[in-house]
Antibody, heavy 121, light 108 residues
Framework: EVQLVESGGGLVHPGGSLRLSCIVS????????MHWVRQVPGKGLVWVSR????????TYADSVKGRFTISRDNAKDTLYLQMNSLRVEDTGLYFCGRDDSSGIQGWFDPWGQGTLVTVSS | EIVLTQSPGTLSLSPGERATLSCRASQSVNSDYLVWYQQKPGQAPRLLIY???SRAAGFPDRFSGSGSGTDFTLTISRLEPEDFAVYYCQYYDSSLYTFGQGTKLEIK
């Protein structure tokens, strides 16, 4: 069974940092591009970042560029999101999602259950 | 940047009725990259329709997608109780992934 399990969320003050993790199982992690997507509770979805197969290339939404860093450890089947200089507007439920092997599939399937990040003073 | 506008924001229908959900793009898009997700309370979004027309694994044929250019539609032919959820459209273009704001399908 394909599974993605996020962790690392929590309450942090503005300007603080968090590192999210997404551990996968049930598929060969190194064969898939991966993404992070944020959802403000009760609101819509916003794409955050993606990473290629070996971690050598990453893309970010303008709202997080320069503050967030996506990475992966294929030996540990784990995706990461290092979040620095956090802002109140970064608050949300962060999902990891799987792409395909080319990175141009354009959609996310499946998704993890999400980890909640709250940025508040 | 392409903006996706979904309508209506909330759709109130009864089981057995037909649901028609709209997703309109701010400019013409490639239908290969237009998808729909279903999200139930407390759950992650789940891929429902990809490439405008193709149904993802596990979804019955009462779900169908259509459209081209700027106008796309998700149709549920006969609503079952488990279909009441929030539905999002999403588009991919040149490293940008854009979501619509969602349509909440609620029981009338």
């Amino acid at each position: 069974e394909v599974q993605l399990v996020e962790s690392g969320g929590g309450l942090v003050h503005p300007g603080g940092s968090l590192r999210l993790s997404c551990i996968v199982s049930g598929f060969k992690f190194s064969n898939y591009w991966m993404h992070w997507v944020r959802q403000v509770p009760g609101k819509g979805l916003v794409w955050v970042s993606r990473i290629n197969l070996d971690g050598s290339s990453a893309t970010y939404a303008d709202s997080v560029k320069g503050r967030f860093t996506i990475s992966r450890d294929n030996a540990k089947d784990t995706l990461y999101l290092q979040m620095n200089s956090l802002r109140v507007e970064d608050t949300g439920l962060y999902f990891c999602g799987r792409d395909d092997s080319s990175g141009i599939q354009g959609w996310f399937d499946p998704w993890g259950q999400g980890t909640l990040v709250t940025v508040s003073s | 940047e392409i903006v996706l506008t979904q309508s209506p924001g909330t759709l109130s229908l009864s089981p057995g009725e037909r649901a028609t959900l709209s997703c309109r793009a701010s400019q013409s898009v490639n239908s290969d990259y237009l998808v729909w997700y279903q999200q139930k309370p407390g759950q992650a979004p789940r891929l429902l329709i990809y490439s405008t027309f193709s149904r993802a694994a596990g979804f019955p044929d009462r779900f169908s997608g259509s459209g081209s250019g700027t106008d796309f539609t998700l149709t549920i032919s006969r609503l079952e109780p488990e279909d009441f959820a929030v539905y999002y459209c999403q588009y991919y273009d040149s490293s940008l992934y854009t979501f619509g704001q969602g349509t909440k399908l609620e029981i009338k």
